[in-house]
């Protein structure tokens, strides 16, 4: 059994920062994919950026310029730096993770249980 457990979510005032933190806990031999999805209240929850083990990141486009996500493999920890925060940033934002419980295994997916940012004048 994996646990991610998320922090730094909270209220920031429009082009504000956060930085988000999940860490990944439990069976792990090692974690491939790493990200933070975020869902706004009636929409679909959607990709806000992910990183691979080695480093390759995807950030959706929305988020692109402002969002810079990394990650401490020592530490199985994923981070969201937010900059630049928009109203339409307000959303509960997920960790998600793809874990490997033992050598040559197949990846598990895992969620976290989600953090509220909320940006608002």
């Known amino acids: 059994q994996v646990q991610l457990v998320e922090s730094g979510g909270g209220l920031v005032q429009p082009g504000g920062s956060l930085r988000l933190s999940c860490a990944a806990s439990?069976?792990?031999?090692?974690?491939?994919?790493m990200g933070w999805y975020r869902q706004a209240p009636g929409k679909q929850r959607e990709l806000a950026a992910s990183?691979?083990?080695?480093?390759?990141?995807n950030y959706a486009d929305s988020v692109k310029g402002r969002f810079t996500i990394s990650r401490d493999n020592a530490k199985n920890t994923v981070y969201l730096q937010m900059n630049s925060l928009k109203a339409e940033d307000t959303a509960v934002y997920y960790c998600?993770?793809?874990?490997?419980?033992?050598?040559?295994?197949?990846?598990?997916?895992?969620w976290g249980q989600g953090t509220q940012v909320t940006i608002s004048s």
């Open positions: 990183i691979f083990r080695a480093g390759s990141i």
């Open positions: 998600n993770a793809d874990v490997i419980h033992s050598w040559g295994g197949d990846p598990t997916e895992y």
């Open positions: 439990g069976s792990i031999f090692a974690i491939s994919d």
